[in-house]
């Protein structure tokens, strides 16, 4: 058993894409046409850490109430957390591409950790 994918709810496919791949350096896996229930358009866009099973789906916003949730998905809480090998490296990329770290990285018996908003606005633990 294993956790395949998670949702992320966006306000755009084209700029989620391009935050999570340029920015956090992950792979797009699939980008392909889909239809909603009701037959409109939509996407399936799935992007993945390289080397990582579990991927996010890329959701973009469909009606009032999902768009109410971006950027807050988990009621302000740290929601998801990107475990890198060299933290250091990955923290000046990350602030190099404007990134937006709301708490500087410090020390924890896990190891080191600085909070970091996606491109919605969802809070992320960087881990190294």
Request: without cysteine; aromatic residues 10%; charged residues 25%.
């Given at each position: 058993?294993?956790?395949?994918?998670?949702?992320?709810?966006?306000?755009?496919?084209?700029?989620?894409?391009?935050?999570?791949?340029?920015?956090?350096?992950?792979?797009?896996?699939?980008?392909?046409?889909a239809?909603?229930?009701?037959?409109?358009?939509?996407?399936?866009?799935?992007?993945?850490?390289?080397?990582?099973?579990?991927g996010?789906?890329?959701?973009?916003?469909?009606?009032?109430?999902?768009?109410?949730?971006?950027?807050?998905?988990?009621?302000?809480?740290?929601?998801?957390?990107?475990?890198?090998?060299?933290?250091?490296a990955?923290?000046?990329?990350?602030?190099?591409?404007?990134?937006?770290?709301?708490?500087?990285?410090?020390?924890?018996?896990?190891?080191?950790?600085?909070?970091?908003?996606?491109?919605?606005?969802?809070?992320?633990?960087?881990?190294?």
């Amino acid at each position: 058993m294993r956790l395949d994918l998670i949702t992320i709810v966006v306000d755009d496919y084209d700029s989620a894409i391009g935050f999570f791949t340029a920015v956090l350096g992950f792979d797009l896996v699939e980008d392909s046409p889909a239809t909603t229930n009701d037959g409109r358009p939509k996407r399936w866009v799935v992007v993945r850490p390289p080397g990582a099973q579990t991927g996010i789906l890329l959701a973009q916003a469909d009606g009032p109430r999902q768009a109410a949730i971006v950027g807050d998905q988990v009621a302000g809480r740290v929601g998801f957390f990107l475990r890198v090998e060299d933290f250091d490296a990955a923290y000046e990329r990350m602030i190099a591409a404007g990134v937006e770290f709301v708490r500087p990285p410090r020390a924890e018996p896990y190891g080191r950790v600085a909070v970091f908003l996606d491109i919605a606005g969802n809070r992320w633990d960087l881990l190294g």
